[in-house]
Each structure stands twice: as structure tokens, then as C-alpha cells.
T-cell receptor
Framework: EADIYQTPRYLVIGTGKKITLECSQT?????MYWYQQDPGMELHLIHY???????EKGDLSSESTVSRIRTEHFPLTLESARPSHTSQYLC?????????FGQGTRLTVV | AQSVAQPEDQVNVAEGNPLTVKCTYS??????LFWYVQYPNRGLQFLLK??????LVKGSYGFEAEFNKSQTSFHLKKPSALVSDSALYFC????????????????FGQGTILTVHP
């Protein structure tokens, strides 16, 4: 079982609130990823990081931001949540080969 | 830009029959290829990978996949399906070519729902 953790698992929040989704891994992996998963199922890469102080935008444009100040930590922040941000957010980490995924955060913005 | 296509939104198969879930990819340089499975309200679980070597790779739960470079495909297969195999399956590709902004980026297909009927 991979050691990658996401909190919270579920979040319901009002429009306009600032939120941070946490993702931590204890495997020392250099690469980390955030994916947004549609209710229909498709996964979209929104952010990734090669290592500390390295972040890149993914394939899907997102209003969220990320930071990578420590190897093990890759938080995602929404400054002002909107209903269109309602989705499942999956975090993953990788060293050389396969990625390991957290359980996900299901975000609902009302 | 790298991409992955899973042409079938759904695959239905009877228990005991062989199953195939299709995947094609596009990437510059040599690809790393992966299959993942997702059960409801869970994260993705790694099934198998192709890095180099034999074109037929074996993974967890009796699954295997065949890498075909000329057809840029990496189809997932299992000789005898189980009802418990019913889940959402994702194919993914990573660019092998070091350097450049795409290094390490992991891109997924749109997913295929596999349903195995008793």
C-alpha cells in the first residue's frame, strides 16, 4: 500500500471561500501530480511538479494554484471557490515508473 | 503533446470469457505505458506497466497487456474475466525522453468502464 495521503476526503464549502486541499507522501518521490476527475470519469492533469520549487501547469486549465516547498507536500489552493470547481481531485506521486495515488478529495461548492 | 485514447467508453463481457480493453497513445520519444483500475470512491490502483523488453507484460490479478510499437497500442487483456473485475480502467503514458517540460508528465486516457456479467 502506497503512502500518499489526501485530506480532507470530502469537503462541502460555500462559494467564494478559499480552500486548500492537502496531499502528502512519505516515499520521497520527486514527481507529484494533481488530477481533476469529472463525474463522468475522465482524469485531467491540472498541475505537476518535478521536485522542490518546481511546478508546471497540466493539460487542463485550472484556477487553482500549487506549491512544492517540501518534497513530501504538494498542496492545491483555490482562492475563491465556485460551483464549477465541484469535482474529485486526485493527488499522485512517482519516482521512476508507476504513480501512486491518494484516495482523493471530493469537493462540492454550493 | 502526448495523448492517450481509449476508444470504448464501455466494455461488456460474460464471466469466464476473455476481455480486451483498448488503448492507443501518442508521445515523442519512447513511452512508458501503464494501466490502472479504479473502484467506486477510491483512488487509482496500479495494474501493470511497460518500460522496455518483452512486448507482453503481466500484472496484478491475472491481467496482461501487449505493447505494439507500430500500432502505438497497449491493449489490456485477461484470458478469463471475473465479475470482480468490473471497474473503471485507465491507460496512461509518460514521455521517456529526458529534458523538456514534458518529462515526467503522466497523461491518462478517458477511461473504460468494464462490466463483467455473471
Amino acid at each position: 500500500e502506497a503512502d500518499i495521503y489526501q485530506t480532507p476526503r470530502y469537503l462541502v464549502i460555500g462559494t467564494g471561500k478559499k480552500i486548500t486541499l492537502e496531499c502528502s507522501q512519505t516515499m520521497g518521490h520527486d514527481k507529484m501530480y494533481w488530477y481533476q476527475q469529472d463525474p463522468g470519469m475522465e482524469l485531467h492533469l491540472i498541475h505537476y511538479s518535478y521536485g522542490v520549487n518546481s511546478t508546471e501547469k497540466g493539460d487542463l486549465s485550472s484556477e487553482s494554484t500549487v506549491s512544492r516547498i517540501r518534497t513530501e507536500h504538494f498542496p492545491l489552493t483555490l482562492e475563491s471557490a465556485r460551483p464549477s470547481h465541484t469535482s474529485q481531485y486526485l493527488c499522485a506521486s512517482s519516482e521512476s515508473w508507476e504513480a501512486f495515488f491518494g484516495q482523493g478529495t471530493r469537493l462540492t461548492v454550493v | 503533446a502526448q495523448s492517450v485514447a481509449q476508444p470504448e467508453d464501455q466494455v461488456n463481457v460474460a464471466e469466464g470469457n476473455p476481455l480486451t480493453v483498448k488503448c492507443t497513445y501518442s508521445v515523442s520519444g519512447n513511452p512508458y505505458l501503464f494501466w490502472y483500475v479504479q473502484y467506486p470512491n477510491r483512488g487509482l490502483q496500479f495494474l501493470l506497466k511497460y518500460i522496455t523488453g518483452d512486448n507482453l507484460v503481466k500484472g496484478s490479478y491475472g491481467f496482461e497487456a501487449e505493447f505494439n510499437k507500430s500500432q502505438t497500442s497497449f491493449h489490456l487483456k485477461k484470458p478469463s474475466a471475473l465479475v470482480s473485475d468490473s471497474a473503471l480502467y485507465f491507460c496512461a503514458v509518460r514521455n521517456y525522453h529526458a529534458g523538456g517540460t514534458s518529462y515526467g508528465k503522466l497523461t491518462f486516457g478517458q477511461g473504460t468502464i468494464l462490466t463483467v456479467h455473471p
